[in-house]
T-cell receptor, first 115, second 112 residues
């Protein structure tokens, strides 16, 4: 199994509070991603990183920010949580292995409930 | 608009029979396709992939077929086993980089 750890695994918070989810990898992979999973939508990309301090927005980035100060850590921050951000969040990693190869490895997920 | 579609939210199959999960995509720049399997309360796990230069890839009981002209791929599981019961996600990557787009998933139930 790929060495990916997400924390916290479960969190309940109130609307308007800040929340930070952490993803830690031990694989030294260049690419890191944050996805959210919601019924009927599958996995949607929030933000991704292609190197230390190099990040970009995904499909559903509004209300989220990320930071990557070290290769192994990728943080997802909700500055002011809303009920629509109640979801299961997955971190993933990948490495560029050339054209037509390579896959994502996922963490166990972090379930966030915003009341 | 979804770039990767899985039009069947659920599928039930008898143990030992074939399971066929379908996926359609709209972006012709996708060059690499993957299937993931997800059990409840776990992260998705990689199952099988196929490059756009191929039309079939096989790994044990799992075979993925790609029809580029129709922008369609399918996952065949033969024979299906109860342990295959899970949600299956189709994903695609475009040839500009390492972004992966996922479909909404199909829940497969294999009945004993």
């Amino acid at each position: 199994d790929a060495g990916i750890t997400q924390s916290p695994r479960h969190k309940v918070t109130e609307t308007g509070t800040p929340v930070t989810l952490r993803c830690h990898q031990t694989e030294n992979h260049r690419y890191m991603y944050w996805y959210r999973q919601d019924p009927g939508h599958g996995l949607r990309l929030i933000h991704y990183s292609y190197g230390v301090k190099d990040t970009d927005k995904g499909e559903v980035s509004d209300g989220y920010s990320v930071s990557r100060s070290k290769t192994e850590d990728f943080l997802l921050t909700l500055e002011s949580a809303t009920s629509s951000q109640t979801s299961v969040y997955f971190c993933a990693i990948s490495e560029w292995t050339g054209m037509n190869t390579g896959e994502l490895f996922f963490g166990e997920g972090s379930r966030l409930t915003v009341l | 608009d979804q770039q990767v579609k899985q039009n069947s939210p659920s599928l039930s199959v008898q143990e030992g029979r074939i399971s066929i999960l379908n996926c359609d995509y709209t972006n012709s720049m996708f060059d690499y396709f993957l299937w993931y399997k997800k059990y409840p309360a776990e992260g998705p796990t990689f199952l099988i992939s196929i490059s756009s230069i191929k039309d079939k890839n096989e790994d044990g009981r799992f075979t993925v077929f790609l029809n580029k002209s129709a922008k369609h791929l399918s996952l065949h599981i033969v024979p299906s086993q109860p342990g295959d019961s899970a949600v299956y996600f189709c994903a695609a990557r475009d040839n500009y980089g390492q972004n992966f787009v996922f479909g909404p998933g199909t829940r497969l139930s294999v009945l004993p």
